[in-house]
């Protein structure tokens, strides 16, 4: 039996072609390699007339043209070569501008056409923030810093230039006058990055107006937290004999260690990426700001769309009529398409109906997002964060008792490309020792090769005679082999068919008389958990057929 494998401990520098090691430079999809890392320009504050100005414009709510200097100043100079350093405002401009782009007040309350646009100015400035300069020097960390009242309104009084040892002060009348710069910032407002991550998704199911809105925010917020860990990685590849660690200072560290590094703590992040809009959760995640949820009744909401909002495209769905070009607005970023990370093997249409319970194809992507870049912090920094096997217990917690369609969501082979192959692995097999019949061999490691797949997964049932379980053990098996097969490769052999037909007959007959005597409500249930049963069946059964016929073609 062949000896490939994927590995959770192999030493990348000395692995062998048919093995795979955990220690990855990022989890998410697409894997950014360091010598693709884009050369960030360095920065350096904004001349004190035109800070003036824009703190000036921020005061009387003239947020667009603050926001359309601030551009202006941060691109400029681009061209030139080598690019001059970027103008960058004080942190607490930068997060001002991170709440216009969510507040009520500019979108969903929005009571002209005015506000609507310094909203989409606010995102587009963030973005080209990050695009331009980096979260590293672009001082996102410190812009980007949930704080009390009392403390936000001191968030302005320093900016650190790029390169620089000591941040430089700037005077305290400098701080922008303004209730959404302060105490009514989305900063001060919410305990903790995941009180928003908790709030956002349950928006994603409850509110959708708000949704189309979080989702935008919250995804940028993702993109700041994988490229400063990235960046920050870099920074430890190169140097990795100094004593202290730059990932340890990272912005996902600080969200995650935040005032509290218990369990306790660690269950409450989780539950926050899994908030689902039900009573519990709503309770655990509120709104930030109140009555958010609450829209004005105003000329711009009597002509109603059903086209979606869309600020890249220049959208602005049912908000008013005679939507801005995208010109206007400048380029920004496209948003991601879930048709392209979503599941292959079902229509997008199907997709949306099975992820609406948890908000939709967007919100499965950012839950992905987030649920991979903590396995990452987790596999690199334990020490600091949690045991990657205590982090994946939790997310089983979550995951294990989830409807057959949202249980698939999170464990195909799409949605495993968020993860390192090794820590998908990890994953996948922490479900299986769970779900698998006690009479399966149990494997000890992380390790997983051909042999241990025949050994320990393909042949067996379920532990229960429910269709649904044994289906979520075809369903984590079929993902565990392509994970093999698109890693280091299957080798077909006459045990492997054997094993995996072995399989598919066990958890066809274990589950044969689950809908026995039950409801015809029930039997319906099932014949729908028999559907996902099969279908994984017959994709196994092809994946396996597929390794025959390249076998046999290169052996002619």
Same mark, same amino acid.
């Given at each position: 039996m062949p000896s490939r494998k994927i590995s959770q401990r192999s030493n990348p520098s000395t692995q062998s072609s048919d093995s795979i090691a955990t220690a990855s430079t990022s989890s998410t999809r697409p894997s950014i390699h360091y010598d693709a890392l884009p050369a960030f320009r360095t920065v350096k504050p904004i001349p004190y007339e035109l800070g003036e100005q824009c703190r000036i414009y921020f005061e009387e709510s003239l947020h667009v043209s603050a926001l359309n200097l601030l551009i202006s100043l941060l691109t400029s100079g681009t061209t030139s070569t080598?690019?001059?350093?970027?103008? /960058? &405002?004080?942190?607490?401009?930068? !997060? /001002?501008?991170?709440?216009?782009?969510?507040?009520?007040? /500019?979108?969903?309350? !929005?009571?002209?056409?005015?506000?609507?646009? !310094?909203?989409?100015?606010? /995102?587009?400035?963030?973005?080209?923030?990050?695009?331009?300069?980096? &979260?590293?020097n672009g001082g996102l960390q410190d812009a980007f810093a949930f704080s009390t009242p009392e403390t936000s309104s001191r968030r302005g009084a320093r900016r650190r230039a790029a390169g620089d040892d000591v941040a430089t002060p700037i005077d305290s009348l400098d701080s922008v006058d303004l209730e959404l710069a302060n105490a009514g910032s989305v900063w001060a407002k919410a305990q903790d990055f995941w009180r928003v991550v908790g709030w956002a998704f349950n928006c994603s199911v409850l509110h959708q107006r708000r949704w189309e809105r979080w989702h935008l925010w919250l995804r940028y917020m993702i993109d700041v937290l994988e490229k400063d860990w990235v960046m920050r990685s870099h920074m430890h590849s190169q140097d990795e004999d100094t004593e202290e660690d730059p990932r340890e200072g990272s912005m996902i560290v600080r969200y995650l260690s935040g005032n509290d590094t218990t369990a306790r703590q660690d269950r409450r992040i989780i539950r926050a990426i899994f908030a689902d809009g039900s009573p519990k959760s709503a309770a655990e995640f509120p709104e930030i700001w109140r009555n958010e949820t609450k829209e004005k009744k105003r000329e711009l909401d009597v002509k109603k769309t059903t086209s979606k909002i869309d600020i890249d495209a220049g959208n602005w769905g049912d908000y008013m009529d005679g939507a801005s070009s995208s010109s206007e607005l400048g380029d920004t970023p496209p948003p991601e398409s879930p048709s392209k990370t979503a599941i292959e093997t079902v229509s997008t249409t199907t997709i949306s109906d099975v992820s609406a319970p948890l908000g939709g194809p967007e919100s499965i992507v950012l839950r992905l997002r987030l649920l991979s870049l903590l396995s990452t912090v987790s596999v690199f920094l334990p020490h600091v964060y949690t045991p990657l096997g205590t982090l994946y217990d939790i997310y089983f917690e979550h995951i294990r008792p989830l409807p057959l369609p949202q249980f698939f969501l999170f464990v195909s082979p799409s949605s495993m490309h968020y993860f390192h192959s090794a820590a998908a692995s990890s994953f996948l097999q922490i479900l299986l020792r769970s779900l698998v019949a006690s009479s399966a061999p149990l494997h000890r490691t992380d390790d997983v090769r051909q042999e241990t797949m025949e050994r320990c997964y393909l042949p067996y049932p379920a532990n229960t005679a429910s269709i649904s379980d044994n289906a979520k053990v075809s369903l984590c098996v079929e993902t565990l082999l392509r994970l093999l097969q698109s890693h280091v490769g299957l080798v077909w052999s006459e045990s492997l068919q054997e094993k995996v037909e072995q399989g598919i007959q066990a958890r066809e007959q274990k589950g044969k008389k689950a809908g026995k005597g039950k409801g015809r409500g029930k039997a319906s249930g099932e014949e729908d958990e028999r559907m996902w049963l099969r279908g994984s069946a017959g994709r196994i059964r092809g994946l396996v057929e597929l390794v025959k016929g390249q076998q046999e073609a290169m052996e002619e």
């Open positions: 080598p690019p001059r350093p970027a103008f /960058l &405002p004080s942190s607490q401009q930068i !997060a /001002l501008a991170a709440t216009l782009a969510i507040h009520p007040s /500019l979108t969903t309350r !929005a009571e002209s056409e005015n506000r609507l646009q !310094a909203s989409a100015f606010a /995102l587009q400035y963030l973005r080209q923030v990050l695009s331009l300069v980096g &979260p590293i």
